[in-house]
């Protein structure tokens, strides 16, 4: 567990990078993080990105790719557009949320 | 202590940069909890970045066919890790010879799956396709079972024969259920 300066807002981050203390994240840190791994915000981008925050507010977890489809209402082909490769991780990460544990 | 912290900024590593992955996953087997493995790991793969193919054999096919998809069945014969719930205690082999056991044992593992939020075989197929991955049908089982493309999965990609899944699984991990 270290401390970073994510867009001046000093943050708790862990040994891969993200973030653990929900409350330190908004959106300016959102989009710090993801212009450090090369992503652009748009619209589209922060609709997904505020559906996990409010998501997690309520379940406790992050939401999976399949729960984002299905709850958050964006399409899953649409999430691979926004955080190409490897949404899961790359979107929980932005979100400064944990990696997903669930499985599907 | 702040200044020698700041520098420690970690960014993940999402491996944009490595090399291409792929893994092939050859689905031979129509019973229920024979058909999630297969779903479940390139479902992960998938959201890992790596390239999926699914070669779909045998009673694999059933995982295809429309007029099956929806109906695989669990069945407790064969299987001497079917426990009373909630206990390590096992069930008599005999029990899953009883008229009606299978359709109780499908109803049971279909409701603990979905109970996970995990989509039954139809949706999980429509959600990998959307993912990315690639299906591909077996020439000999395809012709043995008497279907035609019109019978299967709009997300197959072709009927192929096993020069070609060898071709295309080329450099691949391969895994067999």
Request: with cysteine; net charge negative.
């Amino acid at each position: 567990m270290s401390v970073a300066t994510i867009a001046g807002h000093e943050v708790q981050i862990d040994e891969e990078g993200f973030m653990t203390v929900y409350d330190e994240w908004d959106e300016e840190v959102g989009t710090a993080l993801a212009g450090q791994i090369g992503i652009e915000m748009t619209e589209a981008h922060w609709k997904v990105i505020r559906f996990l925050r409010s998501d997690f507010a309520e379940q406790g977890q992050t939401a999976t790719i399949r729960r984002v489809a299905t709850v958050g209402g964006v399409p899953t082909k649409e999430l691979f557009t926004l955080f190409p490769k490897k949404p899961a991780k790359k979107m929980a990460y932005v979100a400064g949320l944990p990696k997903p544990a669930g499985c599907v | 202590m702040t200044t020698t912290e700041e520098a420690t900024t970690v960014i993940p590593d999402f491996g944009d940069d490595d090399e291409e992955r792929k893994i092939c996953f050859i689905c031979s087997k129509g019973n229920l909890d024979m058909a999630y493995p297969a779903l479940i790991m390139a479902n992960g793969a998938l959201s890992e970045g790596v390239e999926v193919d699914i070669f779909f054999t045998f009673w694999g096919m059933d995982m295809i066919n429309k007029g099956t998809w929806e109906k695989l069945q669990f069945s407790m014969l064969g299987n001497t890790a079917m426990h009373m719930p909630g206990s390590t205690k096992h069930i008599p082999q005999g029990l899953g010879g009883l008229p009606g056991m299978t359709a109780f044992a499908t109803h049971m593992l279909k409701k603990q799956i979905a109970d996970l939020e995990v989509p039954e075989v139809p949706e999980f197929m429509q959600m990998l396709h959307d993912m990315g991955a690639r299906f591909w049908a077996c020439k000999m089982s395809v012709d043995m079972m008497g279907l035609t493309k019109d019978d299967m999965f709009d997300g197959v990609e072709d009927i192929i024969n096993v020069n070609e899944f060898i071709e295309l699984s080329n450099g691949s991990q391969v895994i067999f259920i």
